[in-house]
């Protein structure tokens, strides 16, 4: 571990030093959300890397002086990509929308779609707990499966090895049921 990334190494006065940090690791951060591959506008990584300071700044009694602050702001910075592709996601276009409106392939595919998200929920929450956990921790959630074994407290193969049982699970639902399975 290097000694200057540590996070006592930021500590000024015995509040975190934000500006040295904002200055040391922007370009990290920038790069890391950028190499996302993500359809994301410059404003939008400059409004995530902004926010990762804050975050920073705003929970820095909860940080430990002894780890690499790298640390800290990668966490910190995925999950608030993950936040802003899902807001994107939500986003209605008001000209699709209209275009839209009266298009009934596109409500037959809404119904079909809502009905599939309802069939998926029901499949979900019959199946054990630790199943129940592990699918909302990774789909909604957006949780690593690193992260998951950690929280659960279990390995990452078993991680891996459950989802694709839920998978399974879901998909032989699904199909029973007649809808296609695209997963």
Same mark, same amino acid.
């Given at each position: 571990?290097?000694?200057?990334?540590?996070?006592?190494?930021?500590?000024?006065? $015995?509040?975190? !030093? =934000? *500006?040295?940090?904002?200055? /040391?690791y922007?370009?990290?951060?920038?790069?890391? &959300? %950028?190499?996302? @591959?993500?359809?994301?506008?410059?404003?939008?990584?400059?409004?995530?890397?902004?926010?990762?300071?804050?975050?920073?700044?705003?929970?820095?009694?909860?940080?430990?002086i002894?780890?690499?602050?790298?640390?800290?702001?990668?966490?910190?910075?995925?999950?608030?990509?993950?936040?802003?592709?899902?807001?994107k996601? $939500?986003?209605? !276009? =008001? *000209?699709?929308?209209?275009? /839209?409106?009266?298009?009934?392939?596109?409500?037959? &595919? %809404?119904?079909? @779609?809502?009905?599939?998200?309802?069939l998926?929920?029901?499949?979900?929450?019959?199946?054990k707990?630790?199943d129940?956990?592990?699918?909302?921790?990774?789909?909604?959630?957006?949780?690593s499966?690193?992260?998951?074994?950690?929280?659960?407290?279990?390995?990452?193969?078993?991680?891996?090895?459950?989802?694709?049982?839920?998978?399974r699970?879901i998909?032989?639902g699904?199909?029973?049921?007649?809808?296609?399975?695209?997963?």
């Open positions: 571990m290097k000694e200057s990334n540590l996070i006592k190494n930021y500590i000024q006065d $015995n509040q975190l !030093n =934000i *500006e040295k940090v904002i200055i /040391n922007t370009p990290y951060i920038y790069t890391i &959300i %950028k190499n996302k @591959n993500s359809d994301l506008s410059n404003e939008d990584i400059e409004e995530i890397v902004s926010d990762v300071f804050l975050a920073v700044w705003k929970n820095q009694s909860r940080l430990d002894n780890k690499e602050i790298s640390t800290y702001l990668v966490g910190i910075a995925k999950n608030l990509y993950n936040k802003k592709i899902r807001n996601k $939500n986003i209605i !276009n =008001i *000209e699709n929308y209209k275009n /839209n409106l009266f298009d009934t392939e596109s409500i037959d &595919i %809404k119904i079909e @779609n809502t009905e599939k998200e309802n998926i929920f029901m499949l979900v929450n019959n199946m707990q630790e129940k956990d592990i699918f909302i921790l990774y789909y909604y959630n957006a949780k499966i690193k992260d998951i074994a950690n929280i659960l407290n279990i390995t990452e193969n078993k991680i891996k090895s459950r989802l694709f049982r839920i998978r699970k998909k032989r699904l199909e029973k049921r007649g809808y296609s399975y695209n997963g």
